[in-house]
């Protein structure tokens, strides 16, 4: 069983950046693409990043150039890297795991439980 832990969410103030870290369980991480996702109270799980396992990269297009994803297949570990956010991007942050360069929630085949991002203005 593949286990996805994420870290480093917290309340931040606009303008400001975070670096959320994923780290997962099990001698398989290098077997899978790796994203994020990230859901408000009410709404949808919206795509956020994707890093496939030889570290090409998708991106939801509002979002290119300020958040970056990353692995470090040696520390089972994915990384998103989110510049000067905004308070509407307050969300609860999701890590993912896959076998493709998924960008619908349903194509993903492991979830973290989340880690609460909160941007005040």
């Known amino acids: 069983q593949v286990q996805l832990v994420e870290s480093g969410g917290g309340l931040v103030q606009a303008g400001g950046s975070l670096r959320l870290s994923c780290a997962v369980s099990?001698?398989?991480?290098?077997?899978?693409?790796m994203g994020w996702f990230r859901q408000a109270p009410g709404k949808e799980r919206e795509f956020v990043a994707v890093?496939?396992?030889?570290?090409?990269?998708y991106y939801t297009d509002s979002l290119k150039g300020r958040f970056t994803i990353s692995r470090d297949n040696a520390k089972n570990t994915v990384y998103l890297q989110m510049n000067s956010l905004k308070p509407e991007e307050t969300d609860v942050y999701y890590c993912?795991?896959?076998?493709?360069?998924?960008?619908?929630?349903?194509?993903?085949?492991?979830w973290g439980q989340g880690t609460q991002v909160t941007v005040s203005s």
């Open positions: 890093i496939s396992r030889s570290g090409g990269t």
């Open positions: 993912a795991a896959g076998g493709s360069m998924f960008v619908l929630s349903g194509d993903v085949k492991y």
């Open positions: 099990g001698r398989t991480f290098s077997s899978y693409d």
